[in-house]
């Protein structure tokens, strides 16, 4: 049970709030968007109000979910630029460059040794290799170029070229969306074997380390050069 001293203050209005926002400055907020299915990566402009209602979900639920946590838990992730941007290339790129091309491998024996069950991920392994090659491209763009340009210019201007990556983040979005979509949202059926089971267990972290990843840059890195952190 949650020392009521450490809770999140009953007066902050969170329903009126961004996902982001709320993501970045409560710990434990991911945690419990990802479990109402609430986009706080991709769509963290978006406030709790509008996208609870959206998905047609109790407001007042989340509300009270989030007024549990113990506010005063150490932060998620750091704040200083440099140490972000170390955290994102170690924690994130680098874990989505090892890892996915495991779940390809595994999504096109699934789809070939169960192409004829009516729940098989059709097209999964191929959504895969195509998100796999935008993400590449977009987090080589990231260490190449951006990421050494906020290191040159902590406190810089840089919003048109991150204006870029969150469209290219908005693109990974959708196509996350449709790995879900395809997937039923992860749901095995009865029978899966064992390599059906591993390919989404992967993918259910994955989609965890996906959005966590793009929130940090989103919602906490980003906002620092665009004169808004």
């Known amino acids: 049970m949650p020392n009521p ?5 009953p007066s902050l209005p969170l329903a009126t709030r961004p996902l982001g926002h709320l993501a970045r400055d409560l710990p434990g907020a991911t945690a419990v968007f990802r479990r109402h299915r609430l986009d706080f990566c991709c769509g963290g402009e978006t406030t709790l ?10 407001i007042a639920e989340i509300e009270r979910e989030l007024l549990a946590l113990d506010v005063q838990a150490p932060a998620e992730t750091p704040h200083d630029p440099n140490t972000l941007i170390d ?3 170690s924690r994130f790129h680098d874990v989505h460059r090892r890892e996915l091309p495991e779940l390809i491998t595994l999504a096109a024996k699934v789809e070939r040794v169960h192409q004829s069950h009516p729940d098989v991920p059709a097209g999964l392994a191929a959504l895969l290799q195509k998100m796999q090659d ?26 048109p070229p991150i204006a870029r990556m969150r469209e290219e983040h908005d693109d990974h979005g959708l196509m996350l969306r449709r790995v879900q979509d395809l997937t039923h949202d992860l ?10 089971r591993a390919l989404y267990a992967g993918l259910d972290k994955f989609v965890a380390d996906f959005m966590q990843h793009v929130h940090t840059e989103n919602n906490i890195l980003f906002p620092q050069f665009e004169g808004r952190g």
Do not use: Y
């Open 134 to 159: 935008e993400l590449q491209a977009h987090m080589q763009k990231e260490e190449q170029i951006l990421f050494p340009m906020m290191r040159r210019n902590p406190g810089g201007f840089l919003a």
């Open 87 to 89: 955290l994102i290339v």
């Open 187 to 196: 749901r095995l059926p009865a029978e899966a074997c064992n390599t059906w």
């Open 49 to 58: 109000e509008a996208a609870a209602r959206a998905l047609q979900l109790d």
């Open 5 to 9: 001293d450490r809770q999140a203050s």
